[in-house]
């Protein structure tokens, strides 16, 4: 996997990780089912995404490549964990912010 894609699913398995934890209440090492289901369903379409190496931040792409009912679990996910990577994990927060401002035009 190359470093964008790298970089994308480390944030989104931490962000994952901070909703699970605080909304599901789950204290263990691993996510309950639900949030497993969608990491990996969320990873798969990050390996296997169209636009290869030049893919832009799933929240700037003109393809929507998630079911629908994915999609929308997955925006409560970043809707929640968002406004927390800062301060959790502010190095993946500010290489995602510069990605999707930098990042964002698919050639």
């Known amino acids: 996997?190359?470093?964008?894609?790298?970089?994308?699913?480390?944030?989104?398995?931490k962000m994952i990780?901070?909703?699970?934890?605080?909304?599901?209440?789950?204290?263990?090492?691993?996510?309950?089912d639900e949030c497993a289901q969608l990491l990996h369903y969320a990873l798969q379409r990050i390996d296997h995404c169209f636009y290869?190496?030049?893919?832009?931040?799933?929240?700037?792409?003109?393809?929507?490549?998630?079911?629908p009912e994915m999609r929308d679990r997955i925006k409560a996910v970043m809707r929640y964990a968002g406004p927390k990577m800062i301060f959790i994990s502010p190095l993946l927060s500010v290489r995602y912010m510069l990605r999707k401002k930098f990042k964002s035009k698919v050639q």
């Not at 790298?6 to 398995?13: G, I, M, S």
């Not at 990780?17 to 309950?32: A, F, T």
């Open 1 to 13: 996997m190359a470093f964008s894609r790298r970089l994308e699913a480390e944030t989104l398995k």
């Open 17 to 32: 990780g901070i909703y699970c934890r605080e909304v599901h209440d789950n204290r263990g090492e691993e996510p309950c």
């Open 52 to 67: 290869g190496e030049q893919k832009p931040v799933c929240s700037a792409c003109p393809v929507h490549c998630y079911q």
